[in-house]
């Protein structure tokens, strides 16, 4: 069996980074009061946050920095209505059941689990919420549930 591995993952795979198609400071655009729903939507069932769309990055990049080959690029995306092709730098394996929607209704913030996002210029894996030994020690140490069923049998 063989293993195709775009670059991203192999970047992510060696240097726990990803490498994405355009740059991007999560530091940079809270700096202007962004939040992190102004982008990333929880659409039905919850499982995952979206990527925004590059026409509403565009909303404001239109006139901001639209000189620099990284908004042009993005131009270019917005334009041809082509989805950026981000890499995920947090994901689960498949055969478990997890749900942005229930954490954040737990109380939970995008920055207990993703790290101090607002002073990250490049988003990279900070905390282990991607392996069962990770998730595991999370729930004990805010008293959530742990049994096998509530990630293993899906909901």
Known sequence: MRLLLGFGAIAMALFGQAAQPLPYSHKTHLAQGLECNSCHSNPDPGDHMTFPAAAKCMACH???AKDR???????????????????????VAAAVYWSHRSHLESGLKCEDCHGPVAEMDVITKVKDVTTMQGCVECHRQKHAETGCEFCHEGK
Do not use: D, F, G, N
């Not at 080959?69 to 994901?91: D, G, N, T």
């Open 69 to 91: 080959p990284a908004i042009q690029k993005l131009a270019e995306y917005a334009k041809s209505k082509e989805p950026i092709p981000w890499v995920r730098v947090y994901s």
């Open 62 to 64: 239109a006139t901001v």
